[in-house]
């Protein structure tokens, strides 16, 4: 094996065991969302549907003839429970003039 050879080999089984390839949904959200892929975060992965996040936006993604991901937009997230109704006191508050005696 020439010297080259080796080195490319080496540079790459590195890059392998490091982590440093994209895998290939980040690489096919990167165009859509514009982001690089290996700032891409993918999860809630499906076999045609997946996650994308980059930079804190999160992207509803689908594989076709070409990825699709659209930005998930606030009134898509599930929003909180509202807050009780306060409640209502057993006994009747009494106005100032009530308790008042001439």
Same mark, same amino acid.
């Given at each position: 094996?020439?010297?080259?050879?080796?080195?490319?080999?080496?540079?790459?089984?590195?890059?392998?065991?490091?982590?440093?390839?994209?895998?290939?949904?980040?690489?096919?959200?990167?165009? &859509?969302?514009?982001?690089?892929?290996?700032?891409?975060?993918?999860?809630?992965?499906?076999?045609?549907?997946?996650?994308?996040?980059?930079?804190?936006?999160?992207?509803?993604?689908?594989?076709?003839?070409?990825?699709?991901?659209? &930005?998930?937009?606030?009134?898509?997230? &599930?929003?909180? &429970?509202?807050?009780?109704?306060?409640?209502?006191?057993?006994?009747?508050?009494?106005?100032?003039?009530?308790?008042?005696?001439?």
């Amino acid at each position: 094996m020439s010297g080259q050879r080796f080195l490319e080999l080496t540079l790459v089984l590195g890059c392998l065991a490091a982590g440093c390839v994209t895998n290939t949904r980040q690489q096919l959200s990167a165009g &859509p969302t514009g982001c690089a892929p290996e700032h891409i975060v993918i999860s809630e992965e499906e076999r045609l549907a997946w996650v994308a996040t980059c930079n804190g936006q999160r992207f509803r993604c689908s594989a076709g003839p070409t990825a699709v991901c659209s &930005p998930e937009q606030p009134g898509n997230a &599930p929003s909180p &429970p509202s807050p009780a109704p306060p409640s209502r006191p057993d006994k009747p508050i009494q106005s100032p003039e009530e308790g008042i005696t001439p």
